[in-house]
């Protein structure tokens, strides 16, 4: 006896699958748009950013759901995952970080060029989580600046992917100059880092 065998036989239009980022503001007329450069970096970067995840427990597990079909970070322009921080932007530590650890987060960081943003997912990562014992790292902002902290032991999905929106939020309203403004070199020098 056959298996029956069920076909998608209704097909949805493509384009209602499609969302398309949204056009900074700007001015527009007949055959021209015009706007800052600073918008049209910001929309780029934003929906183009490579994540390195540097997972090291739970939290991770969590990730790989994200990346999976059912969340799909895919569908907000990161799904280019990289493990080579030269070519990667989004820096995203997911999980208990040991104290022996903390150097190779920052170094990794260091290797990262500019402009680079920094995610710290779960509470560990946060702020050591429930490990609040000599061996752990408080917080990867001992060693690293972050800009999103996301909540949660471990954070679901939705959660992480909350997480990525504010940083495309970030990257997307960032002034080009800010990574020359003293405010930034103070950030970085109150890291140790030139
Ligand atoms: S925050 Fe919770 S789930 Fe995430 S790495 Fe720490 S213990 Fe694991």
């Given at each position: 006896m056959s298996r029956p065998v069920s076909y998608n036989l209704i097909q949805k239009p493509l384009e209602k699958d499609i969302s398309v980022a949204s056009l900074p503001d700007g001015h527009q007329g007949e055959g021209f748009f015009a706007t800052s450069l600073d918008s049209v970096i910001g929309l780029a970067r934003k929906n183009s950013i490579w994540p390195l995840p540097f997972a090291t427990s739970c939290c991770g597990i969590e990730f790989m759901a994200t990346m999976g079909s059912h969340y799909d970070l895919a569908r907000f322009g990161s799904e280019r995952v990289g493990f080579s921080p030269r070519q990667c932007d989004l820096l995203m530590v997911m999980g208990t970080i040991a104290k022996k650890m903390g150097p190779v987060v920052r170094q990794v960081y260091l290797q990262m060029a500019e402009p680079r943003w920094v995610i710290a997912v779960g509470a560990c990562a946060s702020s050591g989580g429930i490990f609040d014992?000599?061996?752990?790292?408080?917080?990867i902002d001992q060693v690293v600046p972050v800009d999103v902290y996301v909540p949660g032991c471990p954070p679901r999905p939705e959660a992480i992917i909350d997480g990525v929106l504010r940083i495309q939020d970030l990257v997307g309203n960032e002034s080009l100059r800010r990574r020359n403004s003293e405010h930034y070199k103070a950030l970085l020098n109150s890291y140790g880092i030139q």
């Open positions: 014992t000599y061996s752990v790292l408080q917080g």
